[in-house]
Nanobody, 123 residues
């Protein structure tokens, strides 16, 4: 499966963005999906994950109540709605796919990765 992330940009603190991850090559419903982020000087970290049909989700503590992961398997797309953005949310955001039992919080479980989209939050 090929993954294409989009929707990043520059936003002021307190603003919102919605990231999209479009899949091609195989139907998205075969995969658990996740969003990770990688900020300069930090390790890549999980933001949110969602199971095959969307019935289960996992969120990092630092985004609970602010970010929402969702998916539309008919459109082969996964979304990350980001509200109340903070400067510390600045990072490159990646979508990833996993064929395990999921939705895993472990980065090494994810087999397929998109190219990343930059999110910059100004103070």
């Amino acid at each position: 499966v090929q993954l294409q992330a989009s929707g990043g940009g520059l936003v002021q603190a307190g603003g919102s963005l919605r990231l999209s991850c479009a899949a091609s090559g195989r139907t998205l419903s075969r995969y658990n999906m996740a969003w990770f982020r990688h900020a300069p000087g930090k390790e890549r970290e999980l933001v949110a994950a969602i199971s095959y049909r969307g019935g289960r989700t996992n969120y990092a503590d630092f985004v609970k109540g602010r970010f929402t992961i969702s998916r539309d398997n008919a459109k082969n797309t996964v979304y990350l709605q980001m509200n109340s953005l903070k400067p510390e949310d600045t990072a490159v955001y990646y979508c990833a796919a996993d064929t395990g039992l999921g939705p895993s919080v472990r980065i090494n479980d994810y087999e397929y990765w998109g190219q990343g989209t930059q999110v910059t939050v100004s103070s």
